[in-house]
């Protein structure tokens, strides 16, 4: 399986580009003054973003794959996505989302499509049997995988998301409370109406 040329791409280009990407976003925030317009609750909606996607990452580097896996990465996928609308849509009541940042929110909406899709091709009996569909049977057990990944590749994995993309989104957190004495929405963003910056 790990010979695989899609797990390999997975492994190699979608996971490396998706924490990447995170990490751009955060620097975009910081750009933007986000402890100063949005503040703290535009920080938690990155962290819950963060965790939704989360769910699916860890699902699939260490579980066996079946029709449970893949409708709780679907789920979440549809999840994270209805979240980045309200992030955007909060976004906008006091700071301006540059071209910049919408480009990056670009790769973060369709990355973990692009992994749920390449899952799916990978598990594509599983998939069908979802919906009754195809010679296999439906498995909704939950188990580890019988190949484990790499553990200096788990290592990596952790280490970097761990330092480029946890700890800068609770730093931005933690500023944004600090800027605003505890509050977690600034007065310029609990003045303004959705939209308000990209009227303007």
């Known amino acids: 399986m790990l010979n695989d ?30 402890e100063s317009t949005t503040g703290a609750k535009e920080s938690l909606i990155h962290l819950l973003m963060f965790f939704e996607v989360g769910i699916a990452l860890l699902a699939a580097m260490f579980l066996e794959v079946n029709s449970l896996i893949i409708a709780v990465m679907m789920v979440v996928f549809l999840i994270h996505e209805a979240t980045a609308i309200w992030d955007v849509r909060y976004a ?50 939950l188990a580890w995988k019988q190949q484990q990944l790499p553990l200096t590749y788990i290592a990596t994995v952790m280490s970097v998301i761990l330092l480029f993309e946890l700890l800068p989104y609770l730093e931005e957190l933690f500023r944004g409370l600090r800027a605003n004495s505890g509050r977690f929405v600034p007065p310029k963003a609990r003045a303004n109406k959705a939209g308000a910056t990209a009227s303007r």
Request: hydrophobic share 55%; proline share 6%.
């Open 5 to 34: 040329p899609m797990v390999l791409i997975l492994m190699y280009f979608v996971l490396p580009v998706w924490l990447i990407a995170g990490f751009a976003d955060w620097l975009c925030h910081r750009a933007s003054h986000i």
């Open 92 to 141: 906008t009541t006091a700071r301006t989302v540059s071209p910049i940042e919408q480009h990056v929110h670009s790769f973060l909406e369709m990355i973990p499509l692009m992994g749920l899709v390449s899952v799916i091709s990978l598990h594509w009996g599983q998939f069908l049997a979802l919906f009754a569909v195809g010679p296999e049977r439906a498995r909704f057990d």
